[in-house]
């Protein structure tokens, strides 16, 4: 990674920093970035002596799951037997795939990939073969300063990965993710993200998928507690006969901000696409989505659908939503849309009605809201973000005075 760094430093001090002066962050308040400078070698982190042991080998989740920790300091897989039909890239692979993926989806000079470019001495990059089936797991809590993670995955031909991943903040700081996936012909990725974070740390991550034609991608975002975060999915379908399928859910209390940035390219025909972001902004809050759909003249009857709603549970709380499509193509079926909308009096009024007290009513509605996200991620992933635990994410009173406590305990049974 060495020569990844300094390409990464040179282009870092090169660019100037993001600000509500640009347009694609005009909405983002990176205040909470001021304090750390990554040039410094302070904010290059190294990792941190009291960092607790790597959970890695089999996982609790059960049988022919493997569990990693990402920390960007240490190697993930020193000590680590891989499955029969995964393999880590060669330094030759390694230096021809590394970046390959984020050119291809137009974000390799992004700043905040720059950023990790530049910070970044440690890489997690796998092969998974062809018709091979793999279940991982990637854990990672960020402590105090910078915390650069980088994972590439190349799927060959008709391999099969569930890829569950958690991201959490014990201190102030930043984290920094990218990830890049190539998916071969007829490959499959499941991919359930969990980042629960606090108010005085930041998350910025792009993850960046290339599908050739047959392959499925299935992408599961769920964000909350997070000072600032912001998350860029970008997609590109190489030749068109892909299928693609984006689920996200942020929640934004106190004065948190939470960013979703979704590209989604058609480079050929009879592609598809299903998107559903939700949003749950309360307090001072503010949620911002803008997702970019392109169908140019060569992706002829691509079908795309994408939806973005959105939850205000306050009047100091903010929604910011942008889905927009470019479409060229003559044959194509493409719809998107937006809503945001309060809790119904109508739909609290019933519940009450039938003996539900109210704070019990309003978290059950919240529940239902987010439970059409929740319920798509993986099964293991879906263990790391307990309902409860999602809207008061950041683990305080003040989080809890602003709407989110929930009053659940006696309806254990409901829901997922």
Request: with cysteine; net charge negative.
């Amino acid at each position: 990674m060495a020569a990844v760094q300094g390409r990464g430093r040179e282009a870092l001090a090169a660019l100037p920093a993001p600000s509500r002066r640009q347009e694609a962050w005009r909405f983002t308040d990176l205040a909470l970035l001021v304090g750390l400078d990554p040039k410094s070698s302070a904010a290059l982190s190294r990792g941190d002596a009291t960092d607790a042991p790597a959970p890695q080998g089999p996982s609790p989740s059960g049988p022919g799951t493997l569990r990693l920790k990402l920390d960007g300091s240490s190697d993930p897989l020193a000590g680590v037997v891989l499955p029969a039909g995964v393999s880590p890239l060669s330094e030759s692979e390694l230096g021809l795939a590394l970046g390959h993926t984020l050119a291809a989806t137009g974000c390799e000079q992004h700043w905040p990939v720059e950023l990790n470019h530049a910070c970044a001495s440690q890489v997690l990059a796998l092969r998974i073969a062809s018709r091979s089936q793999m279940s991982l797991e990637l854990v990672s809590d960020a402590a105090a300063g910078l915390r650069p993670l980088r994972v590439l995955l190349i799927l060959e031909e008709k391999a099969q990965l569930q890829l569950c991943q958690r991201l959490t903040a014990s201190g102030a700081g930043l984290t920094s993710l990218v990830i890049e996936a190539h998916l071969g012909r007829g490959a499959r990725l499941e991919h359930g993200l969990v980042a629960l974070g606090q108010p005085d740390a930041a998350l910025l991550a792009h993850l960046a998928l290339e599908q050739e034609p047959e392959s499925d991608v299935s992408l599961v975002a769920v964000s909350a507690g997070w000072g600032v975060s912001r998350l860029e999915p970008r997609i590109v379908q190489v030749d068109g006969s892909a299928t693609t399928t984006l689920r996200g859910l942020q929640v934004v209390a106190g004065d948190q901000i939470a960013d979703t940035h979704s590209h989604m390219a058609f480079g050929g025909p009879e592609g598809q696409l299903d998107q559903l972001h939700k949003a749950v902004a309360d307090g001072r809050g503010r949620s911002v989505f803008n997702g970019a759909v392109r169908v140019p003249r060569a992706a002829q009857r691509t079908n795309a659908a994408q939806l973005s709603r959105s939850l205000l549970l306050s009047d100091r709380a903010r929604i910011d939503t942008k889905p927009e499509l470019e479409i060229v193509a003559d044959d194509v079926r493409c719809a998107h849309g937006a809503t945001v909308s309060c809790l119904q009096q109508d739909e609290l009024f019933y519940l009450q009605s039938r003996g539900i007290a109210a704070d019990q009513a309003s978290a059950l509605l919240k529940r239902a809201f987010c439970e059409e996200v929740l319920r798509e991620l993986p099964a293991a992933a879906r263990q790391w973000c307990p309902f409860e635990r999602l809207l008061a994410a950041d683990g305080s009173e003040a989080g809890r005075a602003d709407g989110f406590g929930l009053g659940l305990e006696g309806l254990e049974g409901e829901g997922g």
